[in-house]
């Protein structure tokens, strides 16, 4: 069984940071060191005691001085939309029509969705990212590349096929009978399979009929263990459209509740415009909201209100939303999340942006006991930055007295060149760290 020390300054949440000076929801090493065994933590600590624990003649990877942290998590993506980021001049419902629908189109094709899907966990690796909730096409080819494509670098993915019979082109529609049947098949195929979890899509009430939600809600009831993901309340003209095809409902939330959609594994993209009644619901069923800073300032879609979330109790995370989004990086991400705050008076400490990343977006969807944090027995997804990665940044760094003003620092400036390393169950990925693996002999 294969074991590793991962050396370094080690960086790991074990509670939601309530201010700028709370230590207690943090463990921090200035000298750490995690043990890996056969892709799980065993401890984290200071690296003497841990040496002592692994053995005289564990390999070391040295990534000092180096930031050692549990890999990041992303709960808001689209896979299919890897080559549309970077579209030109549109608001929501005609950037869909006009570049979204065009290219989800293609992956009816299996060796486009390969390729495509290839690429993009490569992008997320690059960035740091271990673990994504992301929406795939239609077609259930897309849904087999994603998984294929995760399962082949073992990492732990959630995702699902796309939902969609009407207001889309005809290539895009399912029917009810047939998103349901196409679901449940690679419910079966794929859910529980390896680091595989699947998440019952429909994409949003304007481009699914009262039916399809129907049916959405049937395989929620027979599959509890699967997540649902869904959009809400991104757009002005979005909202609009979305009631008034559901005149009978209160709120663009209530669509959802009607159809028992809400609970605490749904995650709702975006959840700009809502009301305080909307919020509450949100915080009654545990479903999550999630805030996407670069495709909302992207899209001009508006600013996500995290105070009234909190002050009601309800959940929420923060996601890239690739290809409305403008970046992999959940560093660039956070830095992007810190002016949509800022903006309102909102305040989003350095702290609170890294237990975001990670345990924050772990507890979101469920898996704080398997990633988002470095204790025993954790999955040892981690990733290695590097705070002095780009020339400005190292001069700047030159100044910085305290681990949160480095926080901050990578959170403003940082991007993928900041990502020394990255492993996916203890399995060296990306390459371009500066560690030195070595069997080392002699004693602590």
Known sequence: MSERLIRGRVLTFVAEPQGIDDTASYRYFEDGAVFVRGGKVVETGNYADIRKLAGAEVEVADHRPNLVLPGLIDTHLHFPQTQAIASYGAQLLEWLNTYVFVEEQKFSRPAHAAAVADRFMDEL????????????????????????AAEARGMRMI????????????????????????????IEKWHGRGRAHYAISPRFAITSTPEQLEMSQALVAEHPSCYVQTHLSENRDEIAFATSLYPEAKDYTDIYARYGLLNDRMLLGHCIYLSDREVSVLAETGAVGVFCPTSNLFLGSGLFDRDRFDRLGARWSVATDVGGGTSFSMLETMDEAYKVLHLQGQRLTPFSSFYRMTLGNARAVGLENHIGSLHSGADADIVVLDSNAKSAMEYRMRTATSLLEELFILQTMGDDRCVAEVYVAGKAMKGKGKAVEKRVLETA
Request: charged fraction near 25%.
């Open 125 to 148: 690796l690059s960035n740091g990212t271990t673990t994504a909730v992301a929406y795939c096409s239609v077609h259930p080819e897309s849904v087999d590349a994603y998984f294929s």
């Open 159 to 186: 995702g699902g096929k796309v939902m969609m019979d009407r207001n889309a082109p005809d290539a895009l529609r399912d029917t009810p009978q047939q998103g349901y049947d196409e679901t449940k098949r690679l």
